[in-house]
């Protein structure tokens, strides 16, 4: 009997859920072990207060002085709710978050000791931490990184340590992790989009970038989950054949919440109260044993430190409740895979949601200049958009397995399908008194308030309009959400910025008034980008003949798709809006791109092991154990055994096959293997792990998967599908 598999199924059955109740209400617990607004005015002089004030509201420093007082309150504060360490928290380019913990506790001789945390210890640290990617940023000799304090992402406490929010960068000052270009991305949108309010609203000062995220997962058994090498290596399953029920009777979608389950949500929705993640939904997802949970949206930054924050203490969470949590975006073949929904939208300090259609024609025309300005900057930087969201994992949904594709478009609707058409007929140059009054009342004027039920109900589009936001859809539920929202508000910073410079030359040169010149460009600006658009749900090859002729690229593999990530274009553009060097933007390239070989070939050699040291072993057992059967039959029955042991030999046959199968394959694999190794070009090594090795674990999962039909149960030493997402 194979006891690993049948000692986990038996321990999972005898599980017994642990009861979580909430006894105080969520409102109360809502951030209180977070360094935030509410706590900063209990514990802060009036001076520090508003310098921590200005430097979130206008990026102003705060001086020595200032952090010294600032990093004093903070340590009391913690002290009296029992923390004993601090660490500077950052996002790191592996993906996940990295802390390094140091104790107040200082000694100051005598014998005698104090717990002190001052101004430099909070402003900047320099952990020894030569070991993150950095692209070839950091020579060894220069291995230095600071983590530096960024203040707009409020300090918090997990458990006895108070982590304080940073970025990461080199010696130079070049980024090495998420955040420092989120933050300079998220400054040049602000400052694009601020300068292109003021046509409608001179008392805009500031723009702000939000996010909602929304975190699909799956939460799998402990015990059943440890037994299989391929989930605790990869985080998926790279063999095991379908379970006879899947999804197909959509019975999970929505439907009540497993206890076990729901027992585990509440624990880690009391958490993020605690820590201030203002998490509001949570149901059952399409897959057997997949969730989702998603927060009300907030600035982007904090928004993508709550992500990084919540995967974190979900996997801490989710051991209580003795299971394994699974972030990949596909950790089963056959049924739904995870994503991470990146809902996003700007909004001004006067409190203006400007994706959202307002109630005066005014209102409306700043809509659609932000609205259709973000198409723009989609259509001409569609290929950096998918370059964002490649990775290895992902490359299993964007129209491999399942939607979105890889191609990148975005669904509007119909009623903003038409209003589009309405305003492509604007006259050229400046506009009769007639067409102006007409353009106000009966286009700009009649965009309902509320498109959310004229939006996206396939939910397949890789970015949709969602009636107040965009969705970005394709991000990948591995990822840090930094990454596609940098790009995202860069793209978009660039494109108002382009736009700002188009309108004001109309006004200038060509004499227009403020929205006749709005209108023109706007115009030019629909016309220019209908080949983005795209309502269906972007399956099948009619869309990728489409696609291609509209030019619309379609990258299917990471290392196709990360070349746009340094075309000479994005190299610019990144520049240009100062949010990476061209070092940066080259370093995060290789970084990817290593990334992903590294990935695939932990996945080959894994799935070799497991193919020839688990499979074929006891796919030969169990053939032994046939041989016999059918020489016991012979010596029974003599000439008549051909007759009653005629499945036994079809079997023994099709086993040898198999085997056959997998260990042709396998040598062909650690082969192809050996050859990508010996390449020195990163990016022919990355070819050859996608289409050389890569391309041959179907065909190992194949033979696997049939051997597993064929094999006795009983002996069957891998954890099998239905076991995996049946058990709760
Ligand atoms: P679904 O996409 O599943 O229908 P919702 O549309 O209700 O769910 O919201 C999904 C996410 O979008 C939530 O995190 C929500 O907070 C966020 N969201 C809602 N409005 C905005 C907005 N204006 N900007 C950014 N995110 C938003
Ligand atoms: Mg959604």
């Given amino acids: 009997m194979s006891t690993l598999r049948f000692h986990a199924i038996k321990e999972s059955l005898a599980y017994k859920a642990i009861l979580v109740e909430e006894k105080e209400r969520r409102s109360d617990l809502f951030g209180k072990n977070v360094f935030n607004e509410n706590t900063m005015r209990q514990y802060l002089t009036k001076n520090a207060f508003i310098g921590v004030a200005n430097a979130i509201q206008f990026g102003k420093k705060i001086d020595r002085n200032i952090a010294d007082q600032v990093a004093s309150s903070m340590k009391d504060w913690a002290l009296s709710k029992g923390v004993t360490h601090y660490t500077h928290w950052f996002q790191p380019l592996t993906g996940a978050t990295a802390e390094k913990h140091d104790a107040f506790f200082e000694t100051i001789g005598h014998g005698m000791a104090i717990e002190k945390f001052g101004g430099s210890q909070l402003v900047q640290q320099e952990p020894d931490a030569s070991s993150f990617p950095s692209g070839g940023i950091r020579n060894t000799f220069e291995a230095r990184g600071y983590t530096a304090w960024d203040p707009t992402s409020p300090a918090f406490i997990y458990e006895t340590t108070l982590c304080i929010p940073t970025i990461f960068v080199a010696y130079t000052g070049a980024a090495l992790d998420y955040k420092t270009p989120l933050l300079r991305a998220l400054h040049a949108v602000d400052n694009a989009a601020t300068a292109v309010c003021k046509y409608f609203d001179k008392n805009v000062k500031k723009v702000t970038s939000s996010l909602g995220w929304e975190q699909e997962y799956f939460l799998i058994d402990k015990m059943l989950a440890t037994s299989r090498p391929d989930i605790i290596l990869t985080g ?334 994005s190299v610019a553009l990144f520049e240009e809006m100062k949010v990476m060097s061209k070092i940066e933007t080259e370093a995060r390239y290789e970084i990817e791109i290593e990334a992903y070989i590294k990935h695939i070939q932990i996945e080959s050699r894994v799935l070799g092991d497991i193919a020839r040291n688990h499979i074929v072993p006891t796919a030969v057992k169990y053939q032994n154990i046939l041989i016999e059967n059918v020489k016991g039959l012979k010596e029974i029955f003599e000439e008549k055994f051909k007759g009653v042991s005629k499945e036994q030999t079809n079997l023994i046959e099709q086993i040898s096959s198999h085997i056959e199968g997998i260990n ?65």
């Avoid at 004001?504 to 983005?532: G, H, M, P, Q």
């Avoid at 190992?700 to 051997?707: A, N, P, S, V």
């Fill in 236 to 569: 998926r399953t790279l063999l095991g054949h379908s379970s006879a029920k899947g999804q197909q009777l959509d019975d999970h979608y929505f439907g009540s919440i497993p206890n076990r389950a729901l027992n585990f949500m509440r624990d880690l929705e009391t958490e993020c109260m605690l820590l201030g993640i203002p998490v509001k939904t949570r149901h059952n997802e399409v897959a057997p044993n997949q969730f989702e949970l998603a927060p009300i949206f907030e600035e982007a930054n904090l928004a993508v430190d709550h992500n990084s924050l919540l995967m974190d203490i979900m996997g801490k969470v989710a051991a209580r409740h003795n299971f394994k949590v699974l972030f990949h975006e596909k950790p089963f073949a056959g049924v739904n895979g995870s994503g991470k929904h990146n809902n996003w939208s700007l909004s001004t300090d006067t409190g203006i949601n400007l994706l959202a259609p307002g109630k005066t024609p005014m209102s409306n025309l700043q809509f659609l200049t932000f609205f259709i300005n973000s198409i723009k900057a989609v259509h001409t930087h569609e290929a950096l958009l998918r370059a964002v969201i490649a990775s290895a994992s992902n490359d299993h949904r964007l129209g491999a397995n399942e939607a979105p594709p890889a191609i990148i478009s975005v669904f509007i609707g119909e009623q903003l399908t038409k209003v589009l058409e309405e305003l492509e007929g604007v006259t050229k140059g400046k506009l009769s008194p007639k067409e102006k009054t007409e353009l106000k009342l009966n286009v700009v004027g009649k965009i309902p308030d509320v498109l959310l039920d004229n939006t996206d109900r396939n939910r397949t589009s890789p970015f949709a309009f969602t009636g107040n936001k965009f969705e970005f859809r394709a991000v990948g539920s591995t990822a840090n959400c930094g990454n596609p929202m940098t790009v995202l508000n860069t793209i978009v910073a660039k494109q108002l910025k382009d736009f700002k410079v188009e309108v004001d030359t109309l006004i200038n040169k060509k004499d227009l008034k403020k929205d006749e010149a709005i209108f023109n460009v706007l115009r030019e600006y629909i016309k220019s980008t209908k080949d983005i658009l795209f309502e269906g749900n972007g399956y099948g090859a009619d869309w990728e003949t489409e696609a291609k002729k509209r030019g619309l690229s379609h990258n299917k593999t990471t290392p196709e798709a990360l070349k746009a990530r340094v075309s000479k274009e």
């Fill in 664 to 728: 042709a394959n396998v040598t062909s694999m650690i082969d192809e293997r050996k050859k990508a190794n010996n390449m020195e070009d990163i990016e022919k090594k990355a070819y050859a792990y996608c289409y050389k090795v890569k391309s041959l674990f179907d065909d190992i999962r194949y033979h696997c998967d049939k051997l597993e039909l064929l094999v006795d149960d009983e002996i069957w030493p891998l954890t099998k599908y239905r076991e995996l997402l049946f058990t709760r």
